[in-house]
């Protein structure tokens, strides 16, 4: 059995079943765990000194006295999330359930170094915590989101092409120093994908959540559990090569990646190179909004490249939902078109025949919701529980 700071078998394992925050009485913990209901009841008291679990309204009697139920607390503590993209910011604070209580967003250059942007996310978290009349003890743990590739386990950037000054600078190292906290950090996509899911898809055990904006990358949930494959990379399908890159040439520094030829910027220059005033990705999808014929067709094209690399995918990953975000996402049913016409004439049948591709729904809130997601998670897991007891 494991043995915690909680106690042998954990109360953090009973508090697994209450972390959905459905009401429940120690009867029916007991019949789910088989464990005594004295037990049920020591555990139930080590969560409820947390401030974690409370008692909630009685259950419908049968008879005499009705049963107590207890559930989880959500707003007992919160939780720092953040999304820090190539040129904007995002912070957040959210309950235990993922809610987000009060944020704050504005345009932010990821390449003005590690400190400046780690600073700016502090600096405003502290506002936010103000004004919901909590403080820095009140916080549970940190999920941060950056737009570049990242050695989860140790939650370093590893030679991002977009970010200056960032290659293996401990990101969770120097959050701790000012907030003394857990701190998880993921790439954008990854912590995308989770949200997405959490918010649309929370059935859908094989999801694959592709972004479309400055760079292409996409993230994968199997079996219901991301995957980030053996160094964290796994998702990194904007340098796969396709047949219409030939010879044009990639910032990775190979050339014909899709990158090169349907990322925001890549078919911004191709409407340049046709005599169209656009400078990138939004300049693209303002004339895709105002019906220019040409960028309908690029963007479109666009997706054609993108559902090329995607059937592979579909064939390796076999996922039930690819969800379509970022920035060029904007432009709509045009750049789902053309992923669509590729992925569903050239894949299996048996594949496609209950797949669906559509438009992201969470939109711009599913990174601040991942980064929160990937912070309870690991928070809230029984070995995190038992760190957070150890500390109270």
């Known amino acids: 059995m494991r043995t915690s700071v909680l106690g042998t078998t ?24 088989g464990l005594a209901r004295s037990t049920i009841g020591l555990r139930l008291d080590s969560l409820t000194e947390l401030g974690l679990v409370g008692p909630v309204a009685d259950a419908v009697s049968t008879g005499g006295r009705p049963p107590s139920r207890v559930a989880l ?30 944020s704050h967003r504005e345009k932010l250059e990821i390449g003005l170094g590690p400190e400046h942007v780690l600073g700016w996310m502090v600096e405003h978290a502290d506002e936010l915590l103000e004004r919901l009349g909590k403080t820095r003890s009140d916080v549970i743990a940190a999920g941060i989101g950056l737009p570049g590739p990242v050695e989860f386990s140790t939650g370093r ?28 950090v993921d790439n954008d996509v990854n912590i995308m994908a989770l949200g997405e899911r959490q918010h649309s898809w929370p059935n859908a055990e094989h999801l694959f959540f592709l972004k479309v904006a400055t760079g292409i990358g996409s ?37 014909g990646c899709l990158e090169a030829i349907a990322s925001g910027p890549a078919i911004a220059a191709g409407l ?3 005599g169209h005033d656009v400078d990138g990705g939004a300049d693209v999808i303002e004339l895709v909004r105002q019906g220019d014929i ?37 432009a709509g049913e045009h750049l789902i078109a053309g992923v669509r016409e590729v992925v569903y004439s050239r894949s299996m049948p048996l594949a496609t025949e209950h797949l669906t591709i559509a438009q992201s ?32």
């Open 157 to 184: 950037p590893v030679n991002p092409p977009i970010m200056p000054g960032w290659d293996a600078f401990d990101v969770p190292g120097w959050v701790r120093q000012h907030i003394d906290i857990p701190v998880f």
């Open 361 to 392: 729904r969470a939109g711009e809130n599913s990174a601040i919701l991942g980064a929160s997601m990937l912070a309870i998670h690991y928070a809230l897991s029984p070995s995190g529980l038992d760190t957070l007891a150890a500390a109270y």
């Open 272 to 274: 340049r190179r046709e």
């Open 219 to 255: 993230g994968i949930i199997s079996g219901g559990q991301l995957q980030r494959g053996a160094q964290g990379i796994a998702g990194d399908i904007g340098h796969i090569p396709v047949a219409r890159g030939a010879g044009i040439a990639c910032r990775c520094g190979n050339t």
């Open 73 to 102: 607390r959500p707003s007992s503590r919160v939780v720092l999330a953040a999304d820090l993209g190539a040129s904007h910011a995002h912070v957040a604070i959210t309950d235990l359930m993922g809610q987000e209580l009060t």
């Open 10 to 33: 954990g109360a953090g394992d009973l508090f697994q079943l209450l972390r959905d925050g459905r009401p429940r009485t120690r009867a029916e913990l007991a019949a789910l765990t």
């Open 294 to 330: 040409d960028a309908v067709r690029a963007v479109r094209q666009a997706g054609r490249d993108i559902g090329e690399v995607l059937t592979t995918c579909v064939s390796l990953i076999n996922p039930s939902v690819i969800a379509i975000g970022g920035s060029m996402a904007q």
